[in-house]
């Protein structure tokens, strides 16, 4: 699997969108883009994944640069309840060698 | 509601009792998979399963075993041989299918005195 780099922190004040930036510069040609966010005492919780395309549900939008070099996680209307560890992963199949790295620890301002 | 159940959430043990923690799902899903997290790190993974009565080590394997007698149950061993074995501990499942996204418990959180 190829790795990832986040910014270990980032703010980002209520109500406002927060955008988590992950690079991916050696991401190979069948890999897919996830994130998954985990609070604190809990388990991991899928948010999104793409491959090339943006995409968005209801939950957040995940947008793919051309290159497929980096990506970015949209929040688009930050709670308090979005404060969480947010980590992206790039893997091509079943996820059984999947691992996590540190992630970004997003803080939402009230 | 489908979804992972890992038990207990808090665990207290001795050092050098083996220890087993369960986790169940009820998702259906084939593939199965137990991972470690120590404070402040990522998630590292022990074991996988892809299949009933099939495992295979992930990159921390050492002083842990697991069988998978059933679809619905991976319970991980913590053996006396595990050098470090406090830590907080998800299982996690999923289709087994290409990229299906991992659905995790919330965790058991062990700690040996």
């Known amino acids: 699997d190829a790795k990832t780099t986040q910014p270990p922190s980032m703010d980002c004040a209520e109500g406002r969108a927060a955008n988590l930036p992950c690079n991916h510069s050696?991401?190979?040609?069948?890999?897919?883009v996830y994130w998954y966010r985990q609070i604190h005492s809990q388990g991991p919780q899928y948010i999104i994944h793409?491959?090339?395309n943006n995409e968005t549900n209801e939950m957040a939008s995940l947008i793919i640069t051309e290159d497929r070099k980096s990506s970015t996680l949209i929040l688009p209307h930050a709670t308090l309840r979005d404060t969480a560890v947010y980590y992206c992963?790039?893997?091509?199949?079943?996820?059984?060698?999947?691992?996590f790295g540190t992630g970004t620890r997003l803080t939402i301002i009230p | 509601d489908g979804g992972i159940t890992q038990s207990p959430k808090y665990l207290f043990r001795k050092e050098g009792q083996n220890v087993t923690l369960s986790c169940e799902q009820n998702?259906?899903?084939?593939?199965m998979y137990w991972y470690r997290q120590d404070p402040g790190q990522g998630l590292r993974l022990i074991y996988y399963?892809?299949?009933?009565?099939?495992?295979q080590k992930g990159d921390i394997a050492e002083g842990y075993s697991v069988s998978r007698e059933k679809k619905e149950s991976f319970p991980l061993t913590v053996t006396s041989a595990q050098k470090n074995p406090t830590a907080f501990y998800l299982c996690?499942?999923?289709?087994?299918?290409?990229?299906?996204?991992?659905?995790f418990g919330n965790g058991t959180r062990l700690t040996v005195t």
């Open positions: 992963i790039v893997t091509n199949f079943g996820n059984e060698k999947l691992t």
């Open positions: 050696t991401i190979s040609g069948n890999e897919y």
């Open positions: 793409g491959l090339k």
């Open positions: 998702l259906n899903h084939d593939a």
């Open positions: 399963s892809q299949i009933v009565n099939d495992f």
């Open positions: 996690a499942s999923n289709s087994g299918r290409y990229n299906s996204p991992l659905h």
